[in-house]
């Protein structure tokens, strides 16, 4: 050990005391508020929050504009011939977006549980491959994903499948699989072999012990993994997007991007502010299940849904 | 002798043991020293098996039919590309085309390469300090207002993308509420800010992503233990010191990670360029990509950009997942 290290210092218990003012006092002072870490994290907050609010109360302006206000009115909901609930076409993607998020939600969940819960427990280097694989199409950027599944459906299944409906929810559901496997082996390290092992010592077959055992302790996850892959695959319109065929398979989100790119009307805010609320919807079925079946285990509270 | 095979029909505790046969599912023949519960090999490998085909044919697959048809051929009367599948059969014009866009004489993508490098840095710098500091917050001082913080943090989350762009682009529009606000205050004017200024861009990356930044690094904050801080105190150090010789070292991988997680989609983001500039003078790798793909005959040039993206990428990919497999089998 070096002199310095050696050398006694002044306890912060010692520099309290005195408490010298101004600047460098209030500089110095290990008990000071975090004021300006507290501003920065409220003013974030605010950032990422206030707009959001602006532009669903904006849904409900009687003018065009999205940047002025010019009064209350329902015209860009109901009223107008543009507006979201007369809009034929906005109907279609309205109704598209929450087939294809449905369809998305029933086949990739039960893809996606099945495969931690083989993946969990397989070893060998097949096993650590198809988990490589399952990872590394969470991480690769969406855009390339959809322009792989795109020259796939043009070229080597374009007699197979259509760029459509069906286009498009393949090439969600091999996205949202990874979302699944990643939330549910998240629970299934917390919960370790013991139950399963303490279920075949009591008789079970390994295919009981799973589907009585394992699979109610991972009723939380499940669901929590159905209400992120729902919401996830509303959302989403880089991969469905490329995959869609006629303008009648355009989701709600595929249109929104299309209008906020030309001559945005407070219907693209409505149309928005609708699909938050199919989000938020899917979050609230998904949390209250899951604070159901995870009532003993609420320790581990949010961390599923924390987990991206 | 006679009573004890009376006793023994009625099943003494022990004999019951030895005479029932295991219910445990046992080891087959041969593997008699095997512990632990017994499965099947093929019992875990069948659960995976419906998603590695579904990847395989909707994943991997794809990955070889970008190189199919960057290495393939375009036809030269209806301009619509012909994919290659057989790798000897491959051709390297349409792909040393793209590259000498990018490196070569004409030059055209340059610029938009180098820009995509510029704004990702610029962007996961502010994303880091902004994102640092509010975990840092969050996890050393939310104290019990924690709960209302994280909701807080997560919305995002449940909040479209495009919503949260297109909200923040309404914001920015020549009349909108940050021109006012700024119309206020003294030094800074207010600006055109959607007519492809550099600074909408960077400042629009930061918004989108920043909440995939915060919650890695909230999460490792949130678990490093208050003794190592008490003790850095006790053994003298200022707080600065205790932050930069404690905290800052425990909270490296997360913001590793953090950056890595902010990074990879901004490399291939189109659609914040979209909604708050639509000036080619901010395009990126992005918007490369997605005006050949929707551009007449140019869709080898869309796959050869995508190959190159992914080739750019494949080093942080590869980090990433490391990290997390180190993090999994460490947990």
Same mark, same amino acid.
């Given at each position: 050990?070096?002199?310095?290290?050696?050398?006694?210092?002044?306890?912060?218990?010692?520099?309290r005391?005195?408490? %010298?003012?101004?600047?460098?006092?209030?500089?110095?002072?290990?008990?000071?508020?975090?004021?300006?870490?507290?501003?920065?994290?409220w003013?974030?907050?605010?950032?990422?929050?206030?707009?959001?609010?602006?532009?669903?109360?904006?849904?409900?302006?009687a003018? =065009?504009? =999205?940047?002025?206000?010019?009064?209350?009115?329902?015209?860009w909901?109901?009223?107008?011939e543009?507006?979201?609930?007369?809009?034929?076409?906005?109907?279609?993607?309205?109704?598209?977006?929450?087939?294809?998020?449905?369809?998305?939600?029933?086949?990739?969940? %039960?893809?996606g549980?099945?495969?931690?819960?083989?993946?969990?427990?397989? =070893?060998?280097?097949?096993?650590?491959?198809?988990?490589?694989?399952?990872?590394?199409?969470?991480?690769? %950027?969406?855009?390339?994903?959809?322009?792989?599944?795109?020259?796939?459906?043009?070229?080597?299944?374009?007699?197979?499948?259509?760029?459509?409906?069906?286009?498009?929810?393949?090439?969600?559901?091999?996205?949202q699989?990874?979302?699944?496997?990643?939330?549910?082996?998240?629970?299934?390290?917390?919960?370790g072999k013991?139950?399963?092992?303490?279920?075949?010592?009591?008789?079970?077959?390994?295919?009981?012990?799973?589907?009585?055992?394992?699979? %109610?302790?991972?009723?939380?996850?499940?669901?929590?993994?159905?209400?992120?892959?729902?919401?996830d695959?509303?959302?989403?319109?880089?991969?469905?997007?490329y995959?869609?065929?006629?303008?009648?398979?355009?989701?709600?989100?595929?249109?929104?991007?299309?209008?906020? =790119?030309?001559?945005?009307?407070?219907?693209?805010?409505?149309?928005?502010?609708?699909?938050?609320?199919?989000?938020?919807?899917a979050?609230?079925?998904?949390?209250?299940?899951?604070r159901?079946?995870?009532?003993?285990q609420?320790?581990?509270?949010?961390?599923?849904?924390?987990?991206? | 002798?006679?009573?004890?095979?009376?006793?023994?029909?009625?099943?003494t505790?022990?004999?019951?043991?030895?005479?029932?046969?295991?219910?445990?599912?046992?080891?087959?023949?041969?593997?008699?020293?095997?512990?632990?519960?017994?499965?099947?090999?093929?019992?875990?490998?069948? *659960?995976?098996?419906?998603?590695?085909?579904?990847? *395989?044919?909707?994943?991997?697959?794809? *990955?070889?039919?970008?190189?199919?048809?960057?290495?393939?051929?375009?036809?030269?009367?209806?301009?619509?590309?012909?994919?290659?599948?057989?790798?000897?059969?491959?051709?390297?014009?349409? *792909?040393?085309?793209t590259?000498?866009?990018?490196?070569?004489?004409?030059?055209?993508?340059?610029?938009?390469?180098?820009?995509?490098? +510029?704004?990702?840095?610029?962007?996961?710098?502010?994303?880091?300090?902004?994102?640092?500091?509010? @975990?840092?917050?969050?996890?050393?001082?939310?104290?019990?207002?924690?709960?209302?913080?994280l909701?807080?943090?997560?919305?995002p989350?449940?909040?479209?993308?495009?919503?949260?762009?297109?909200?923040? @682009?309404?914001?920015?529009?020549?009349?909108g509420?940050?021109?006012?606000?700024?119309?206020?205050?003294?030094?800074?004017?207010?600006? +055109?800010?959607?007519?492809?200024?550099?600074?909408t861009?960077?400042?629009?990356? @930061?918004?989108?992503?920043?909440?995939?930044?915060?919650?890695p690094?909230f999460?490792?904050?949130?678990?490093?233990?208050?003794?190592?801080?008490?003790?850095?105190?006790?053994?003298?150090?200022?707080? +600065?010191?205790?932050?930069?010789?404690?905290?800052?070292?425990?909270?490296?991988?997360?913001?590793? @990670?953090g950056?890595?997680?902010?990074?990879?989609?901004?490399?291939?983001?189109?659609?914040?360029?979209?909604?708050?500039?639509?000036s080619?003078?901010t395009?990126?790798?992005?918007?490369?990509?997605?005006?050949?793909?929707?551009?007449?005959?140019?869709?080898?040039?869309? +796959?050869?950009?995508?190959?190159?993206?992914?080739?750019?990428?494949?080093?942080?990919?590869?980090?990433?997942?490391?990290?997390?497999?180190?993090?999994?089998?460490?947990?």
């Open positions: 050990m070096s002199e310095t290290a050696l050398a006694p210092r002044p306890s912060p218990v010692a520099q005391t005195p408490s %010298p003012g101004g600047v460098r006092g209030w500089l110095r002072d290990p008990w000071r508020k975090p004021r300006v870490l507290e501003a920065i994290t003013g974030y907050l605010a950032w990422s929050i206030i707009p959001v609010v602006i532009a669903i109360v904006y849904s409900f302006n003018g =065009r504009s =999205r940047s002025s206000w010019q009064g209350f009115s329902l015209r909901w109901t009223i107008d543009d507006s979201l609930w007369r809009d034929e076409a906005l109907r279609q993607a309205m109704v598209q977006s929450i087939k294809l998020a449905g369809l998305t939600m029933l086949i990739a969940v %039960p893809i549980v099945a495969f931690a819960i083989g993946i969990d427990r397989w =070893r060998g280097r097949i096993a650590s491959t198809a988990n490589f694989v399952m990872l590394f199409s969470f991480v690769v %950027p969406e855009i390339i994903v959809g322009v792989a599944l795109l020259l796939t459906f043009l070229f080597l299944l374009q007699n197979a499948v259509q760029l459509g409906t069906t286009a498009q929810l393949l090439g969600l559901v091999s996205r699989i990874s979302y699944a496997v990643i939330i549910v082996r998240a629970r299934l390290l917390s919960i013991e139950y399963e092992e303490a279920g075949m010592d009591l008789g079970a077959t390994p295919t009981d012990s799973v589907r009585r055992v394992l699979l %109610p302790l991972l009723y939380p996850a499940i669901f929590a993994s159905a209400a992120v892959v729902f919401a695959a509303i959302d989403d319109f880089i991969v469905v997007r995959l869609s065929g006629p303008a009648s398979s355009e989701p709600l989100a595929v249109k929104i991007y299309a209008a906020a =790119r030309s001559s945005p009307t407070p219907a693209v805010n409505a149309a928005a502010t609708s699909m938050l609320v199919a989000s938020l919807v979050v609230v079925i998904g949390f209250v299940a899951y159901h079946f995870a009532r003993e609420r320790r581990e509270g949010m961390s599923e849904l924390t987990q991206f | 002798m006679r009573s004890d095979t009376v006793v023994d029909e009625e099943h505790p022990g004999d019951a043991v030895t005479i029932e046969e295991p219910r445990r599912p046992g080891p087959p023949p041969g593997h008699e020293h095997a512990t632990g519960v017994w499965y099947p090999r093929w019992f875990w490998p069948s *659960f995976t098996m419906p998603a590695i085909a579904w990847l *395989f044919v909707l994943f991997v697959l794809p *990955f070889y039919m970008i190189l199919t048809v960057a290495f393939g051929y375009v036809d030269p009367i209806f301009q619509n590309p012909i994919p290659v599948y057989e790798p000897w059969w491959w051709s390297f014009d349409v *792909f040393n085309e590259l000498s866009k990018i490196v070569g004489e004409d030059a055209i993508f340059t610029e938009a390469f180098v820009r995509t490098f +510029a704004y990702v840095a610029a962007s996961s710098a502010l994303c880091l300090v902004i994102g640092y500091t509010v @975990a840092y917050f969050v996890a050393r001082y939310g104290g019990h207002r924690k709960g209302l913080f909701v807080l943090l997560i919305a989350f449940w909040i479209n993308y495009l919503m949260r762009m297109y909200a923040w @682009a309404s914001l920015l529009e020549g009349d509420y940050v021109n006012d606000i700024l119309g206020f205050l003294p030094f800074v004017e207010p600006r +055109a800010w959607l007519t492809g200024e550099h600074i861009i960077v400042l629009g990356l @930061a918004y989108g992503y920043i909440p995939y930044m915060i919650l690094l999460g490792q904050l949130d678990r490093i233990d208050k003794d190592y801080l008490e003790a850095g105190r006790d053994l003298g150090a200022s707080p +600065a010191q205790t932050f930069l010789r404690v905290t800052l070292p425990l909270s490296k991988p997360a913001i590793l @990670a950056l890595v997680i902010v990074a990879l989609p901004m490399f291939g983001d189109y659609y914040t360029n979209d909604l708050l500039s639509n080619p003078r395009s990126m790798i992005g918007n490369l990509i997605d005006v050949s793909v929707y551009g007449q005959g140019r869709i080898p040039q869309a +796959a050869s950009l995508v190959l190159i993206l992914t080739v750019i990428l494949l080093v942080p990919m590869m980090y990433y997942l490391r990290s997390t497999k180190r993090a999994t089998e460490a947990a």
